[in-house]
């Protein structure tokens, strides 16, 4: 299985940016797949999940601010992410997962977002 996270950049607080996951070596569409994130000196920590069917899940913390979507023509996740705070600052990375956010596979390369106050 390989996933592959791209779309980061350094923006300003307030900008937007949407971060893809493209998944191979599985049925896609019967996945449950997270975006993760760590920022520097702390812990990886679960931002959303979605499952097969398309339920979602966020951490408090980018509820209303963020969204999860799949393409499954495309196998890929989406990470839409709108008014960003510095607080978002982190490597992310996505990962098949559960519903709640626990991780199930191996952890690839994430993406870096930056953002400036």
């Known amino acids: 299985v390989q996933l592959q996270a791209s779309g980061g950049g350094l923006v300003q607080a307030g900008d937007s940016l949407r971060l893809s996951c493209v998944v191979s070596?599985?049925?896609?569409?019967?996945?449950?797949v997270g975006w993760f994130r760590q920022a520097p000196g702390k812990q990886r920590e679960l931002v959303a999940t979605?499952?097969?069917?398309?339920?979602?899940n966020y951490v408090d913390s980018v509820q209303g601010r963020f969204t999860i979507s799949r393409d499954n023509a495309e196998n890929t996740v989406y990470l839409q992410m709108n008014s960003l705070k510095p607080e978002d600052t982190a490597v992310y990375y996505c990962?098949?997962?559960?519903?709640?956010?626990?991780?199930?596979?191996?952890w690839g390369q994430g993406t870096q977002v930056t953002v400036s106050s």
């Open positions: 979605i499952t097969s069917g398309g339920r979602t």
């Open positions: 070596g599985i049925t896609f569409r019967s996945a449950t």
């Open positions: 990962n098949l997962a559960t519903y709640w956010g626990t991780a199930r596979g191996d």
